[in-house]
């Protein structure tokens, strides 16, 4: 193991020009940079009305609820409804109001899936929480894996002059993840001051963009998602990244007349269905807003999604940020020597460790 901020327009002609231009324009102050995400994602809220759907104990005496909250009101006038999977601690281990971390899942997965860590969550007294991504899991409409997200994100791309603009490409579930704070801030039994987050993948990214700016999570981890998307298309590895969501980037090839999907074709549809992702809003940028509270980034070497000369980018970023705050020892930086886009065996116990550090109480030693 290795271990190692009329602001809309601004972001507009930030993502139009020239790589050589955008090396030298110099990063945005923090509070800046948080305001302009808010601004970016910013929606009417709607009453959370939350609807519980079952409730079950098992042998183990862990407690699992299924339900689902009012996210916004689309376009169309319909209510988005975020489902979720809940897992709580036995009785045995509940010691007056819970922590609770939210756990997100990859590209084409769901909240089910994530359920194992849920569970080990609950076993060290801590709340587990999933979410489906938008375009994921019940949110599917019934297709399987990342069939309905390519769609979506095809549909934003394509979408034309004064029609409704969604970012179905990580922005939308940042908003549900908002939603789903306010939802763990409205429970009886959690303590909204230990709120944690963590994501594999596609809801890495998810977590450094949503937790990043919203200080109610009080300990995060990434994984296998820290990267710099500027850096990928400068130094030409950004094929990685197209091919996880690779429907959606061959259709904006031919919409561009290119024969395959290059650089250019990245550059246009991430500067539209995820518009500041390549400036104010890439990776080095946001992850300086975490600087102060416990951060543990997972990293492969190998991984081809998040190129290690990128995510080093945003290492030193981190790095510098919590120096300068006098918290170095909240941050840890663990990369995984020769994985390529994988979650080990030890990142996976060194995460739940980490919440477990920074969330659950110690136990008291005497008078």
């Known amino acids: 193991m290795l271990t190692h901020s009329g602001y809309a327009l601004a972001l507009v002609l ?64 319909q209510i988005e409804r975020v489902p979720v999977l809940v897992v709580r601690p036995p009785a045995a281990k509940v010691k007056g109001l819970l922590p609770a971390v939210i756990v997100l899942h990859g590209t084409g997965g769901d909240k089910d899936k994530m359920r194992s860590w849920l569970v080990e969550l609950a076993g060290r007294g801590i709340m587990g929480v999933a979410i489906d991504a938008r375009y994921h899991g019940e949110r599917a409409g019934g297709a399987v894996g990342a069939d309905a997200y ?40 959690v303590d909204p001051k230990r709120l944690g987050m963590i994501g594999i993948s596609m809801g890495g990214i998810e977590t450094w963009l949503a937790a990043s700016v919203d200080e109610r999570v009080a300990v995060a981890v990434p994984a296998i998602s820290v990267q710099s998307f500027r850096w990928s298309l400068e130094n030409e590895q950004w094929q990685g990244r197209a091919k996880s969501i690779g429907a959606a980037h061959q259709a904006a090839a031919n919409d561009l007349g290119e024969t395959a999907v290059n650089a250019r074709v990245c550059r246009t549809l991430w500067n539209k269905v995820i518009p500041g992702i390549l400036t104010t809003f890439d990776c080095p940028s946001m992850l300086r807003l975490f600087a102060g509270r416990p951060l543990l980034i997972l990293n492969g070497d190998r991984d081809p999604n998040c190129p290690i ?49 920074w969330l659950t109480p110690a136990e008291p030693t005497g008078k």
């Open 309 to 357: 000369g990128g995510a080093r980018l945003a290492f030193a970023s981190a790095e510098k940020a919590y120096e300068e705050a006098g918290a170095s020892d909240h941050l840890r930086i663990n990369v995984a020597e020769g994985v390529a886009h994988a979650v080990t065996p030890e990142q996976h116990e060194a995460a739940l460790d980490w919440f477990t550090r």
């Open 150 to 189: 390519n769609k979506a994100i095809t549909r934003a791309w394509r979408s034309k002059p004064g029609e409704p603009q969604t970012h179905p490409f990580y922005y939308d579930t940042c908003w549900d993840l908002w939603r789903t704070l306010d939802y763990l801030e409205s429970r009886s039994d």
């Open 14 to 77: 930030l993502a139009q020009v020239a790589p050589a231009e955008i090396k030298t324009k110099p990063l945005a102050s923090p509070s800046e940079v948080r305001q302009a995400f808010l601004k970016q994602l910013d929606r009417p809220k709607v009453p959370l009305e939350i609807k519980i759907e079952k409730e079950e104990n098992s042998q183990d005496g862990l407690t699992t609820e299924r339900l689902s909250f009012a996210s916004e009101k689309r376009a169309d006038g």
